[in-house]
């Protein structure tokens, strides 16, 4: 008889395995001339040469499916035994973006959520504009994430300038990766919702996931990667100019800003508003604006951000009758 041990890594062994290994005992319950174990992250098989490469292909097929649903059940190992890579590589319902890590559905949940899917779907570079809490962050790491899991990528680059919104970067400890590292939370917390802990963990040490400030941009030429620019209304002609330069082959970008969060110095213009006026005839560009009404957070922010926008339109009248 033959052995082969299959070592389990950046994967969760209660996700991948099963409640009380119910997925491994479906294996061994497969093939009984084979002698099936599993213990601790390893999975050890013996038996006829033939049938421990079928046992491994079986294995591989369930990481494969764990790593597009982020979980497998006792359902789909059934099903990779009936269907092999057929279950694997089956398409998710159309309004289902991926799975996240602990096997709920990522999905637009409001119209130009769904726009903004339809239009990275279409654009090789899409601007995504709207207030804060309208998911378009959310739905853009959710698209990075997908294409990343379908090999349509083989990385993602998430950055945002360096601007303080109210605070000062250079009275905090570290360099300035270590400096704007809270401001970018919102990416971590949806790349934690989206990819199991032990994943993100070996993509983000081998640069798989990059998370890194604009200014760590100048002269890289990024291809075959999900890029996302967050924050852009703070960048400056300069930096956005430089930002969409560093698109390489086969690379999609989703820059998403908001323009009531404007935190440049006041005599400097936003890079954002100027590439969009410069950029608006340039085909294979996709432009989406989200509103107060797509906020999924709670029921008072929409009217929050209703009343700052009411109250702002009328200053700017105000200021009009003056002049």
């Known amino acids: ?16 395995l099963g409640a009380e290994n119910a997925n491994i005992k479906l294996v061994v319950d497969a093939f009984p001339n084979s002698k ?37 059940s006792t359902e789909s190992v059934e099903a990779i035994l009936n269907h092999g890579k057929k279950e694997v590589n089956k398409d998710l319902p159309e309004d289902i973006l991926l799975y996240g890590a602990k096997g709920s559905k990522i999905t637009p949940k409001t119209v130009n959520q ?13 601007f995504a504009i709207g207030p804060a809490g309208t998911g378009k962050t959310f739905i853009s790491v959710a698209l990075a994430v997908k294409a990343l899991k379908n ?10 300038p360096a601007v303080e919104a109210g605070e000062n970067l250079g009275f905090l400890p570290g360099d300035l990766k270590e400096k704007i590292d809270p401001y970018l939370r919102p990416i971590y917390d949806a790349l934690y919702e989206m990819i199991p802990s032990e994943k993100l963990k070996y993509y983000m040490e081998n640069r798989v996931i990059e998370i890194a ?15 996302l620019l967050d924050e852009a209304q703070n960048t400056t002609s300069m930096q956005i100019k430089m ?36 950029l608006k005839d340039v085909k294979g560009i996709g432009n989406v604006t989200l509103s107060a009404e797509d906020v999924i957070r ?19 009248k105000d200021k009009g009758r003056a002049v």
């Open 213 to 227: 400030p604009l200014a760590y941009m100048r002269g890289r030429t990024l291809d075959h990667a999900f890029i």
């Open 151 to 160: 090999k349509e990528v083989k990385k993602i680059v998430i950055t945002r």
């Open 114 to 126: 769904k726009k903004l899917v339809d239009s990275s779907k279409k654009n090789d570079l899409v």
């Open 1 to 16: 008889m033959v052995e082969k041990v299959i070592t389990l890594e950046q994967v969760s062994l209660i996700d991948f």
């Open 36 to 72: 099936i174990v599993s213990r601790g992250n390893e999975i050890r098989i013996k038996g006829n040469p033939q049938e421990i490469i079928h046992v491994n292909e079986i294995i591989n097929l369930m990481k494969d499916y764990y790593d597009k649903y982020g979980k497998v």
């Open 298 to 316: 709670h029921k008072l922010v929409k009217d929050i951000i209703a009343a700052y926008d009411k109250y702002e339109e009328k200053n700017e």
């Open 243 to 278: 930002f969409l330069t560093r698109m390489g082959p086969q690379s999609k970008v989703i820059i998403s800003g908001d323009w009531s969060q404007i935190d440049l110095p006041r005599h400097q213009k936003s890079g954002l508003v100027e590439a969009m006026k410069v």
